[in-house]
């Protein structure tokens, strides 16, 4: 049996198969923000997989378009698939679900900007659902 504790690596990769995708993670969960950009970049919430600081590698055609003061958003520059958001001051990377088979088989855990959820974007579970307010203390809080 696996040690739940002991970190892996998962490898993942765009529609095209143009770019590849592989990070540690350790314990990881499925993230889900409601935000506008995220919804206007994915025509849905950003479904994203938590791995570990400094460990995404990315190979391929990727391109990056900073779209916020705080925040880039990768794409494949053949077929556009959706690959990260990331964060500039720290420079993580949270890679796209989407680029894992069945999700890299990690659990929901959190959703950000819940209360812009559409309704037919619900998602169910008892997982914390950070408002917009909330979202925004997490990620500035540093600052």
Aim: glycine share 10%; aromatic share 8%; net charge negative.
């Amino acid at each position: 049996m696996p040690d739940p504790d002991a970190s892996q690596t998962i490898t993942g990769h765009c529609l095209c198969g143009a770019v590849t995708v592989r990070a540690r993670v350790q314990g990881p969960i499925l993230r889900a923000c409601h935000c506008d950009m995220c919804r206007a970049h994915t025509s849905a919430m950003f479904m994203s997989i938590e791995t570990l600081p400094g460990s995404v590698e990315v190979s391929g055609p990727a391109t990056s378009y900073r779209s916020s003061d705080w925040a880039e958003r990768g794409f494949c520059s053949v077929c556009g698939s959706t690959l990260w958001y990331g964060t500039v001051a720290d420079g993580e990377r949270h890679l796209s679900a989407g680029l894992f088979q069945n999700a890299a088989g990690v659990p929901l855990a959190m959703e950000f900007y819940a209360d812009n959820t559409p309704d037919g974007y619900a998602l169910s579970g008892t997982h914390p659902k950070l408002t917009k307010d909330e979202t925004i203390r997490l990620f500035t809080q540093d600052d």
